[in-house]
Protein backbone atom coordinates (compact mmCIF):
# COMPACT_ATOMS: atom_id res chain seq x y z
CA UNK A 1 0.00 0.00 0.00
CA UNK A 2 1.21 3.19 -0.92
CA UNK A 3 0.24 6.68 1.01
CA UNK A 4 -0.84 8.97 -1.86
CA UNK A 5 -3.03 11.08 -0.03
CA UNK A 6 -4.43 14.72 -1.34
CA UNK A 7 -3.35 16.42 2.08
CA UNK A 8 0.27 14.53 1.61
CA UNK A 9 0.52 14.07 5.52
CA UNK A 10 1.48 11.03 7.11
CA UNK A 11 -0.63 7.65 8.61
CA UNK A 12 0.23 7.37 12.28
CA UNK A 13 -2.32 5.62 13.66
CA UNK A 14 -5.33 3.30 12.94
CA UNK A 15 -6.30 0.26 10.31
CA UNK A 16 -6.74 -0.81 6.91
CA UNK A 17 -9.75 -2.41 5.70
CA UNK A 18 -10.70 -4.17 2.31
CA UNK A 19 -13.83 -4.35 1.52
CA UNK A 20 -14.34 -7.34 -1.37
CA UNK A 21 -17.94 -8.66 -3.07
CA UNK A 22 -18.22 -10.33 -6.25
CA UNK A 23 -21.57 -11.08 -8.24
CA UNK A 24 -22.72 -14.86 -8.72
CA UNK A 25 -20.81 -16.88 -10.41
CA UNK A 26 -22.22 -19.33 -12.59
CA UNK A 27 -19.60 -21.74 -12.48
CA UNK A 28 -19.84 -23.91 -9.46
CA UNK A 29 -22.80 -21.91 -8.34
CA UNK A 30 -20.96 -19.45 -6.11
CA UNK A 31 -23.65 -16.93 -4.55
CA UNK A 32 -23.08 -13.55 -4.69
CA UNK A 33 -20.25 -12.62 -1.60
CA UNK A 34 -19.76 -9.26 0.43
CA UNK A 35 -16.60 -9.36 2.71
CA UNK A 36 -14.53 -6.79 5.36
CA UNK A 37 -11.46 -7.45 6.67
CA UNK A 38 -9.63 -5.00 8.76
CA UNK A 39 -5.91 -5.37 9.54
CA UNK A 40 -4.08 -2.08 11.97
CA UNK A 41 -1.61 -0.23 10.67
CA UNK A 42 1.45 -1.62 11.84
CA UNK A 43 4.01 1.63 11.88
CA UNK A 44 3.25 5.51 10.63
CA UNK A 45 3.43 5.29 7.01
CA UNK A 46 5.01 8.68 5.29
CA UNK A 47 3.26 10.48 2.71
CA UNK A 48 4.61 8.42 -0.47
CA UNK A 49 6.26 5.69 1.05
CA UNK A 50 4.64 1.96 1.02
CA UNK A 51 4.14 -0.52 3.25
CA UNK A 52 3.05 -4.49 2.75
CA UNK A 53 -0.56 -5.46 4.63
CA UNK A 54 -1.81 -9.31 4.30
CA UNK A 55 -5.33 -9.85 4.24
CA UNK A 56 -5.90 -13.49 5.29
CA UNK A 57 -10.06 -14.28 3.41
CA UNK A 58 -11.88 -16.58 5.02
CA UNK A 59 -14.32 -16.27 1.87
CA UNK A 60 -12.01 -17.04 -0.64
CA UNK A 61 -12.73 -15.29 -4.21
CA UNK A 62 -14.00 -18.71 -6.38
CA UNK A 63 -11.28 -20.00 -9.18
CA UNK A 64 -13.55 -22.29 -10.51
CA UNK A 65 -13.79 -20.16 -13.42
CA UNK A 66 -10.93 -17.42 -13.21
CA UNK A 67 -11.85 -15.36 -16.26
CA UNK A 68 -15.33 -14.95 -14.76
CA UNK A 69 -13.84 -14.23 -11.80
CA UNK A 70 -11.89 -11.20 -12.27
CA UNK A 71 -14.59 -9.52 -13.78
CA UNK A 72 -16.91 -9.67 -11.61
CA UNK A 73 -15.03 -9.13 -8.69
CA UNK A 74 -14.84 -5.58 -6.97
CA UNK A 75 -11.89 -4.57 -3.86
CA UNK A 76 -11.84 -1.25 -1.92
CA UNK A 77 -9.27 -0.54 -0.02
CA UNK A 78 -10.01 2.03 3.13
CA UNK A 79 -7.70 3.87 5.67
CA UNK A 80 -9.42 4.61 8.75
CA UNK A 81 -7.46 6.76 11.38
CA UNK A 82 -4.84 9.58 12.29
CA UNK A 83 -3.76 11.39 9.05
CA UNK A 84 -1.90 14.20 10.07
CA UNK A 85 -3.88 16.51 12.53
CA UNK A 86 -7.16 14.52 11.54
CA UNK A 87 -7.74 11.93 14.30
CA UNK A 88 -10.61 10.48 12.41
CA UNK A 89 -10.13 10.22 8.67
CA UNK A 90 -10.89 7.95 5.89
CA UNK A 91 -8.97 7.90 2.82
CA UNK A 92 -9.36 5.01 -0.15
CA UNK A 93 -9.23 3.75 -3.17
CA UNK A 94 -11.75 1.59 -5.39
CA UNK A 95 -10.03 -1.17 -7.81
CA UNK A 96 -10.83 -4.70 -9.63
CA UNK A 97 -9.04 -7.84 -10.55
CA UNK A 98 -8.98 -6.89 -14.25
CA UNK A 99 -6.00 -9.13 -14.61
CA UNK A 100 -4.49 -10.28 -17.80
CA UNK A 101 -3.96 -14.30 -17.65
CA UNK A 102 -0.87 -15.29 -19.68
CA UNK A 103 -1.07 -18.90 -19.02
CA UNK A 104 -3.51 -20.73 -17.06
CA UNK A 105 -3.30 -24.20 -16.50
CA UNK A 106 -6.11 -25.97 -13.99
CA UNK A 107 -5.70 -29.47 -15.34
CA UNK A 108 -8.93 -30.64 -16.49
CA UNK A 109 -7.18 -33.52 -18.46
CA UNK A 110 -3.94 -34.97 -18.65
CA UNK A 111 -3.26 -32.72 -22.19
CA UNK A 112 -3.73 -29.51 -20.22
CA UNK A 113 -4.53 -26.26 -21.82
CA UNK A 114 -1.20 -26.56 -23.23
CA UNK A 115 1.26 -28.71 -25.23
CA UNK A 116 2.69 -30.20 -22.16
CA UNK A 117 4.96 -33.28 -22.72
CA UNK A 118 5.05 -35.98 -19.76
CA UNK A 119 7.75 -38.74 -18.79
CA UNK A 120 6.94 -41.76 -20.23
CA UNK A 121 7.48 -45.44 -19.54
CA UNK A 122 10.30 -45.80 -21.74
CA UNK A 123 12.13 -43.20 -20.45
CA UNK A 124 13.51 -44.66 -17.95
CA UNK A 125 15.61 -47.77 -16.65
CA UNK A 126 13.63 -50.74 -15.44
CA UNK A 127 13.80 -50.07 -11.89
CA UNK A 128 10.88 -48.51 -10.42
CA UNK A 129 7.63 -46.53 -11.78
CA UNK A 130 6.50 -43.60 -13.00
CA UNK A 131 3.04 -41.89 -13.47
CA UNK A 132 1.37 -38.79 -14.11
CA UNK A 133 -2.31 -38.84 -13.99
CA UNK A 134 -5.21 -35.98 -13.27
CA UNK A 135 -7.55 -36.81 -10.33
CA UNK A 136 -10.26 -34.50 -9.53
CA UNK A 137 -8.76 -31.92 -11.67
CA UNK A 138 -5.36 -32.49 -9.77
CA UNK A 139 -2.28 -33.35 -11.82
CA UNK A 140 -0.49 -36.42 -9.39
CA UNK A 141 3.03 -37.27 -10.51
CA UNK A 142 4.93 -40.14 -8.95
CA UNK A 143 8.18 -41.39 -9.59
CA UNK A 144 9.24 -44.49 -7.71
CA UNK A 145 12.14 -46.80 -7.36
CA UNK A 146 11.92 -49.93 -6.36
CA UNK A 147 14.76 -51.47 -3.46
CA UNK A 148 14.93 -54.77 -5.62
CA UNK A 149 16.33 -52.90 -8.69
CA UNK A 150 19.33 -51.10 -9.02
CA UNK A 151 20.26 -47.51 -8.26
CA UNK A 152 20.34 -45.98 -11.31
CA UNK A 153 18.77 -42.39 -11.84
CA UNK A 154 15.11 -41.86 -12.38
CA UNK A 155 13.33 -38.89 -13.24
CA UNK A 156 9.71 -37.26 -13.73
CA UNK A 157 8.81 -34.25 -15.82
CA UNK A 158 6.17 -32.47 -17.20
CA UNK A 159 6.76 -29.70 -18.96
CA UNK A 160 6.18 -26.91 -21.21
CA UNK A 161 7.53 -24.75 -24.27
CA UNK A 162 6.30 -21.38 -24.53
CA UNK A 163 8.28 -20.29 -27.65
CA UNK A 164 6.05 -20.72 -30.68
CA UNK A 165 4.41 -18.83 -33.54
CA UNK A 166 2.37 -16.70 -31.27
CA UNK A 167 5.15 -15.91 -29.11
CA UNK A 168 8.34 -15.97 -30.77
CA UNK A 169 10.49 -15.18 -27.55
CA UNK A 170 7.91 -16.69 -25.07
CA UNK A 171 5.88 -14.87 -22.55
CA UNK A 172 6.35 -11.17 -21.69
CA UNK A 173 7.36 -10.42 -17.84
CA UNK A 174 6.62 -7.33 -16.59
CA UNK A 175 7.31 -5.54 -13.28
CA UNK A 176 3.39 -6.41 -12.76
CA UNK A 177 3.64 -10.17 -13.59
CA UNK A 178 2.92 -12.85 -11.08
CA UNK A 179 2.92 -16.53 -10.49
CA UNK A 180 -0.13 -17.69 -9.18
CA UNK A 181 -0.15 -21.55 -8.08
CA UNK A 182 -1.53 -24.49 -6.13
CA UNK A 183 0.30 -27.19 -5.07
CA UNK A 184 -1.02 -29.58 -2.75
CA UNK A 185 1.71 -31.95 -2.20
CA UNK A 186 5.61 -32.21 -2.75
CA UNK A 187 6.84 -35.15 -0.68
CA UNK A 188 9.42 -38.21 -0.51
CA UNK A 189 9.17 -41.56 1.75
CA UNK A 190 12.68 -43.23 2.37
CA UNK A 191 14.85 -40.32 0.97
CA UNK A 192 17.86 -41.71 0.76
CA UNK A 193 20.91 -40.75 2.42
CA UNK A 194 23.51 -38.56 1.81
CA UNK A 195 26.34 -36.72 3.39
CA UNK A 196 26.43 -33.30 4.33
CA UNK A 197 26.13 -30.66 1.26
CA UNK A 198 25.08 -33.80 -1.09
CA UNK A 199 21.42 -34.53 -2.22
CA UNK A 200 20.84 -37.44 -3.98
CA UNK A 201 17.01 -36.87 -5.03
CA UNK A 202 14.85 -33.42 -6.00
CA UNK A 203 11.81 -32.11 -7.30
CA UNK A 204 10.11 -28.54 -7.95
CA UNK A 205 8.99 -26.72 -10.48
CA UNK A 206 11.74 -24.85 -12.34
CA UNK A 207 10.88 -21.67 -14.42
CA UNK A 208 13.55 -20.88 -17.60
CA UNK A 209 13.60 -17.17 -18.84
CA UNK A 210 15.96 -15.39 -20.85
CA UNK A 211 19.48 -14.53 -20.20
CA UNK A 212 19.81 -17.87 -18.21
CA UNK A 213 18.06 -16.67 -15.16
CA UNK A 214 16.06 -19.54 -13.58
CA UNK A 215 12.96 -19.84 -10.92
CA UNK A 216 13.07 -22.71 -8.83
CA UNK A 217 10.28 -23.56 -6.25
CA UNK A 218 10.09 -26.51 -4.08
CA UNK A 219 9.72 -27.56 -0.51
CA UNK A 220 12.31 -29.37 1.47
CA UNK A 221 13.80 -30.20 -2.39
CA UNK A 222 15.61 -27.38 -3.28
CA UNK A 223 18.84 -28.09 -5.21
CA UNK A 224 22.20 -25.69 -5.96
CA UNK A 225 21.12 -25.01 -9.86
CA UNK A 226 22.92 -22.32 -11.82
CA UNK A 227 24.90 -19.36 -10.37
CA UNK A 228 21.42 -17.14 -12.41
CA UNK A 229 18.88 -19.61 -10.05
CA UNK A 230 16.23 -17.61 -7.69
CA UNK A 231 15.07 -20.44 -5.33
CA UNK A 232 11.58 -19.93 -3.72
CA UNK A 233 9.67 -22.29 -1.08
CA UNK A 234 6.08 -22.91 -1.89
CA UNK A 235 3.88 -24.13 1.15
CA UNK A 236 1.71 -27.32 0.20
CA UNK A 237 -1.88 -26.63 0.13
CA UNK A 238 -1.62 -23.17 0.26
CA UNK A 239 -2.71 -20.32 -2.76
CA UNK A 240 0.65 -18.74 -3.50
CA UNK A 241 1.19 -15.59 -5.68
CA UNK A 242 4.57 -14.28 -5.84
CA UNK A 243 5.75 -11.25 -8.24
CA UNK A 244 8.46 -12.80 -10.89
CA UNK A 245 10.63 -9.46 -10.34
CA UNK A 246 10.43 -9.37 -6.63
CA UNK A 247 11.58 -13.05 -6.42
CA UNK A 248 14.30 -12.56 -8.97
CA UNK A 249 15.69 -9.29 -7.39
CA UNK A 250 15.22 -10.88 -4.02
CA UNK A 251 18.38 -13.46 -5.21
CA UNK A 252 20.35 -10.33 -5.87
CA UNK A 253 19.69 -11.34 -9.75
CA UNK A 254 19.85 -8.58 -12.92
CA UNK A 255 16.97 -8.66 -14.88
CA UNK A 256 18.01 -7.26 -18.71
CA UNK A 257 14.49 -6.18 -20.13
CA UNK A 258 12.42 -7.16 -22.21
CA UNK A 259 11.78 -10.31 -20.16
CA UNK A 260 10.75 -13.42 -21.38
CA UNK A 261 9.40 -16.62 -19.57
CA UNK A 262 10.26 -19.59 -22.41
CA UNK A 263 10.01 -22.91 -20.41
CA UNK A 264 8.15 -24.19 -17.59
CA UNK A 265 9.18 -27.74 -15.90
CA UNK A 266 7.91 -29.97 -12.78
CA UNK A 267 10.54 -32.05 -12.05
CA UNK A 268 10.82 -35.01 -9.81
CA UNK A 269 14.91 -36.66 -9.78
CA UNK A 270 16.30 -39.63 -7.94
CA UNK A 271 19.95 -39.14 -8.75
CA UNK A 272 22.62 -42.33 -8.79
CA UNK A 273 22.63 -43.15 -5.03
CA UNK A 274 23.94 -46.37 -2.34
CA UNK A 275 21.48 -49.30 -2.82
CA UNK A 276 18.47 -48.45 -0.02
CA UNK A 277 16.83 -51.68 1.32
CA UNK A 278 13.70 -50.04 1.25
CA UNK A 279 11.36 -48.16 -2.19
CA UNK A 280 11.86 -44.43 -2.43
CA UNK A 281 9.19 -42.57 -3.71
CA UNK A 282 8.28 -39.08 -4.48
CA UNK A 283 4.83 -37.55 -4.95
CA UNK A 284 3.57 -34.22 -6.35
CA UNK A 285 0.27 -33.10 -6.75
CA UNK A 286 -0.40 -29.62 -8.71
CA UNK A 287 -3.38 -28.27 -8.58
CA UNK A 288 -3.12 -24.90 -11.01
CA UNK A 289 -0.64 -22.61 -12.28
CA UNK A 290 -0.90 -19.27 -13.31
CA UNK A 291 0.89 -16.73 -15.08
CA UNK A 292 -1.11 -13.33 -14.30
CA UNK A 293 -0.65 -9.62 -15.94
CA UNK A 294 -1.64 -8.07 -12.36
CA UNK A 295 -1.37 -4.24 -13.29
CA UNK A 296 -4.64 -2.69 -11.10
CA UNK A 297 -7.30 -0.84 -12.84
CA UNK A 298 -8.27 1.68 -10.47
CA UNK A 299 -11.06 3.55 -10.15
CA UNK A 300 -11.94 6.15 -7.56
CA UNK A 301 -9.81 8.10 -4.74
CA UNK A 302 -12.58 7.84 -2.02
CA UNK A 303 -11.91 10.59 0.69
CA UNK A 304 -13.82 11.55 4.12
CA UNK A 305 -12.59 14.07 6.61
Not at 143 to 159: C, E, H, L, P, Q
Not at 180 to 194: H, W
Request: glycine share 6%; aromatic share 10%; proline share 6%.
Amino acid sequence: IKNMTPTEEAMTAGNFTITYSFAGITMGNWPAVQKEITVPLADALPFMETTRVNFWLDQPIPITAIEETLHNTTCTIAFKGVLGQESDAVVGKVFNLAMVLNLNEDWYSLAGNYPWKHTTVADNPDNGTTSNVIIDKVLVKDNVRFASGDNKARYNSTSVELVDAANPSGILITPTTYIEYKVNDMSIVNKPAAPVGITYDFQGIWLYFNNDLIIQLGHDSLVRWTSKTAYWNCDPGYILIDNIYQVLQYWGLEISEPLYLKRISMIQQLLVSPDSPLDTSQHMEVDFFRVIDGAIKTGETVVSP
